[in-house]
């Protein structure tokens, strides 16, 4: 599994309906992506849900490292560089994967933190930590699916999930689900993915 999120900042005073429009009318064409785990459609806009900017910014596991790449350099990413221009692309190494109770809901929101793995820290113990959270956190009412990865180059650790209604403040950054396109769930792996 990889996990994949880039981000489209607009200005403040940007109408988030094309956005929602876009979505509506495009989402859908990824429902069966071969390849794709997921695909959240994510938004935040500024003054909801303590998001400080305006931005479109989708969140992707994929089953296949593959159909990422054909995704990035084909007609799937084209349109957002021709409409935005091409932004950076964060990506890391799945380490978690599991559905949480909700798993048969459409999710409204998801979370997104960051961890740092300073230099000194036990990055092994640190991971295992963060694992055993998540497999507690996939228990929790009102999850749909969490996971979590690793980027080694910067070393840190990505949590992110899905909640079938409104996330907690403290799970990290809030993005409304606008739209979620899950073809291969099924391909992600369950648990522990090392």
Known sequence: MHAMQYAVTLPADY??????????TKGPLLDDYEGLGLKAYGIRERGVD???????????????????????????FRGVVRDFGRP??????????????????LPRAFTRRTAPLTEDADAAALTE???AGHEELATTDGVHTTALALDPRRWELVHFTLWADDAPRSAGDRYRVLHLSAPGTGRLGTGRLW
């Open 15 to 24: 109408d988030m309906e094309i956005i929602r429009d876009r979505v509506r």
């Open 50 to 76: 303590g998001a400080p900017v305006n931005q479109y910014a989708p969140f992707y596991l994929w089953a296949d490292p593959g159909a990422m790449n054909r995704f990035l350099l084909g007609d799937g």
């Open 88 to 105: 950076a692309v964060q990506h890391w190494q799945g380490l978690f994967h599991r559905p949480g109770p909700a798993a048969g809901a």
């Open 129 to 131: 930590r963060a694992v």
